[in-house]
T-cell receptor, first 114, second 114 residues
Framework: LAKTTQPISMDSYEGQEVNITCSHN???????ITWYQQFPSQGPRFIIQ???TKVTNEVASLFIPADRKSSTLSLPRVSLSDTAVYYC???????????????FGTGTRLKVLA | NAGVTQTPKFQVLKTGQSMTLQCAQD?????MYWYRQDPGMGLRLIYY???????DKGEVPNGYNVSRLNKREFSLRLESAAPSQTSVYFC?????????????FGSGTRLTVV
């Protein structure tokens, strides 16, 4: 069951801002949108999570429009070390129960060039 | 360090052999998950455990069994390994009472079946 759709890959240059957009047309009313980063040979790492409007932390910003059918992860001034796969996730199952789980898509493979 | 610990990190099996992948978390999380990741692909859910004493099938459960030994530990067993089970296996955990928190992943077990 496909829950999210995002671009397969993106290239960027060091110092640029990167925006990765994700489509989640069937998001549940009170579900959150979560982004993970995965480096080769490592487990995914939590980046940012939001419900609506804008969320910012020390790593990224997350923009969510009012209809919540999409979201955009923004990485400011990327460096070579930001080369990774980025996953956009929404949940599946009852939201506040243990059966709540993520279904991963293929993610967006970001390559940062010097 | 708090987190999710997986053992072993690497394993080579012959077709037909059995083995158990171990996972333990020390964050007092209720829910635990096993995913597999094939080369160039996203993560696919094998089994999950909403709480101690319960387990449920995910997207790709065939060929696997799980045990939620206690709140901390969630093991994945391959009874008769097949080359198609060559993959990287990730264990994850999360709190149950709030859907606004994401997973914490382990560092993975790289399994090769020859």
């Amino acid at each position: 069951l496909a829950k999210t759709t995002q671009p397969i890959s993106m290239d960027s240059y060091e110092g640029q801002e990167v925006n990765i957009t994700c489509s989640h047309n069937n998001i549940a009313t009170n579900d959150y949108i979560t982004w993970y980063q995965q480096f080769p040979s490592q487990g995914p790492r939590f980046i940012i999570q939001g419900y609506k409007t804008k969320v910012t932390n020390e790593v990224a910003s997350l923009f969510i429009p009012a209809d919540r059918k999409s979201s955009t992860l923004s990485l400011p001034r990327v460096s070579l070390s930001d080369t990774a796969v980025y996953y956009c996730l929404v949940g599946d199952g009852p939201l506040d129960s243990g059966t709540y789980k993520y279904i991963f898509g293929t993610g967006t493979r970001l390559k940062v060039l010097a | 360090n708090a987190g999710v610990t997986q053992t072993p990190k690497f394993q080579v099996l012959k077709t037909g052999q059995s083995m158990t992948l171990q996972c333990a978390q020390d964050m007092n999380h209720n829910s635990m998950y096993w995913y597999r990741q094939d080369p160039g692909m996203g993560l696919r859910l094998i089994y999950y455990s909403a709480s101690e004493g319960t387990t449920d099938k995910g997207e790709v459960p065939n060929g696997y069994n799980v045990s939620r030994l206690n709140k901390r530990e969630f093991s994945l067993r391959l009874e008769s390994a097949a080359p198609s089970q060559t993959s990287v296996y990730f264990c994850a955990s999360r709190v149950t009472w709030s859907y606004s928190y994401g997973y914490t992943f382990g560092s993975g077990t790289r399994l090769t079946v020859v």
